[in-house]
């Protein structure tokens, strides 16, 4: 109800404040934009579209993208950024204080907040950026945004409420389908790496991504082997994937699968990328591998616990996505006991897989 108010009314949200900034956009384009976005690689796969449509909307603008540290690759030469600022996960009021300086020093006359974290917005103003318009998640600081639209979660949490935003900013042609980077060098290490453990190039590759950022989350590994085993009965060569974080779990797997290719924490995340290319599917739990396969065309086996398979949908078509039932309500990793993922049954997923490969 608020949000309703606040949009037939004269503040962030309202039509009023938002053709106030088109009008001073139009008259006086941005020099420097600062895009400030989340911090997870999904959700930065899932922005690029956004950072794209921003950099057609304004052209001759230097455009600088601030992530989260661990998120810097996805945008690895992206041409819709001129610049990529790492944002320490832990900053402390020190880090929080020097952030707001190097903005200010920066001269940027326009922030694009394209995160719901309310903090950023109140930064943007304390470092003098005259213009900052971003998703408002509907609690603190509304009065520091200049427009904002409202975060909603009977969407995409990131692709839909930011394609929201850009048109009340007056962008036009807003196209926020992810995309990536991937050059031929990128192809060619990650076709090496294949052959390298022993793909012969001829065998059809079935991905599994067993890692994710917290454990309820996380589809059993002996239910993930029991996928690469099925993947082996119907001649497909079973690939592991994932970062650093995810290599005892791909051993795990491994140790019942030997034949089974693993590059966890052996691959970048352009690398990453190409080896999805590759794929005839992945099967994966929530997490940003599922993102960036799907921004490569690849069809994805999509495994969904505590978070809700809309508001971390991955883009495309193709995709088969699972949910696992639980007595949980409404669904919230805060309050999940894993039981929804322990609910998603093998032979459920097999299934799924043989649709989709």
């Given amino acids: 109800m608020r949000s309703v108010a606040l949009e037939a009314g004269n503040g962030p949200l309202s039509e009023a404040a938002c053709e106030r900034v088109r009008l001073r956009l139009a008259a006086n384009p941005p020099r420097r934009i600062i895009a400030i976005c989340r911090e997870h690689i999904g959700d930065i796969v899932n922005t690029t579209g956004a950072l794209r449509t921003l950099r057609s909307a304004f052209p001759a603008a230097s455009i600088v993208a601030e992530v989260g540290e ?18 320490p996960k832990h900053q402390g009021l020190a880090g929080k204080v020097m952030n707001i300086s190097r903005m200010r020093a920066a001269g940027f006359d326009l922030a694009v907040i394209f995160d ?14 005259p213009l900052r318009v971003g998703v408002w998640r509907g609690r603190r600081y509304e ?11 009977d969407r995409c949490e990131t692709r839909e409420n ?22 031929q060098h990128h192809v060619e290490t990650a076709d090496g790496k294949l052959r390298d453990h022993g793909w012969s190039g001829n065998t059809p590759l079935i991905g599994l991504h ?4 917290l454990p309820e989350k996380r589809w059993a590994i002996e239910k993930f082997a029991a996928v690469a085993g099925g993947a082996r009965s119907q001649g497909w060569q079973p690939v592991i994937v994932g970062g650093p974080d995810d290599r005892e779990r791909g051993l795990e797997i491994r140790s019942l699968h030997p034949e089974a290719i693993d ?23 929530d997490t940003g591998a599922l993102h960036v ?15 809700d398979p809309v508001a971390f949908s991955p883009w495309g078509v193709g995709h088969s996505v699972v949910v696992g039932k639980c007595a949980c309500r409404p669904k919230s ?19 799924c897989l043989m649709e989709v490969a």
């Fill in 116 to 129: 719901d974290s309310n903090p950023h917005v109140l930064h943007a103003r304390l470092a003098g950026i």
């Fill in 293 to 307: 396969a799907a921004s490569q065309g690849t069809r994805c086996i999509a495994l969904y616990g505590p978070t």
């Fill in 70 to 87: 661990r998120t810097t690759g996805v945008l690895e030469g992206a041409p819709w950024v001129d610049e990529v600022w790492a944002r």
């Fill in 210 to 213: 067993p890692g994710a950022s």
């Fill in 162 to 183: 930011f394609a929201d935003l850009l048109g009340r900013i007056g962008a036009q042609s807003i196209d926020v389908r992810p995309e990536l980077a991937v050059g």
């Fill in 333 to 351: 990793e805060a309050s999940c006991n894993a039981g929804c993922m322990a609910a998603i049954d093998t032979q459920q997923v097999m299934g």
């Fill in 263 to 285: 590059l966890t924490g052996k691959t970048t995340i352009l690398e990453l990328a190409a080896v999805c290319r590759r794929l005839k599917a992945l099967v994966t739990n």
């Fill in 143 to 153: 009065g520091a945004y200049s427009c904002a639209a409202p975060y909603r979660t």
